[in-house]
Nanobody
Framework: QVQLVESGGGLVQAGGSLRLSCAAS????????MGWFRQAPGKEREFVAA????????HYADSVKGRFTISRDNAGNTVYLQMNSLKPEDTAVYYC??????????????????WGQGTQVTVSS
């Protein structure tokens, strides 16, 4: 069982940066594929970024490619989402997700078995 806790959200001006963290409990964290999703008010949850269990593969939504970077620190049981050049349309609740998937990245929310509670990111114009 993996429990996830996100942090690092907040209010930032357009063009600014934030780094989200997702702290995971559980001894098997290093064998989990990880992902970040976001949900804006009135919209469906959407994929942002994914990382394979090994860290060797990543995938990004087109809307964040070149601006966001997902990474993991297995020793620290933490996954990060570095967000640069933020835009007002990045405003959303950001969720961390984990799944014991060993064959690459997962970009579909329904494939993930474990979720955090979310952290709010607000980008002002």
């Amino acid at each position: 069982q993996v429990q996830l806790v996100e942090s690092g959200g907040g209010l930032v001006q357009a063009g600014g940066s934030l780094r989200l963290s997702c702290a995971a409990s559980g001894r098997t964290f290093s064998s989990y594929a990880m992902g970040w999703f976001r949900q804006a008010p009135g919209k469906e949850r959407e994929f942002v970024a994914a990382l394979s269990w090994s860290g060797g593969s990543t995938h990004y939504a087109d809307s964040v490619k070149g601006r966001f970077t997902i990474s993991r620190d297995n020793a620290g049981n933490t996954v990060y989402l570095q967000m640069n050049s933020l835009k007002p349309e990045d405003t959303a609740v950001y969720y961390c997700a984990a799944d014991p998937y060993r064959f690459g990245v997962l970009t579909t929310a329904s494939k993930y078995n474990h979720w955090g509670q979310g952290t709010q990111v607000t980008v002002s114009s």
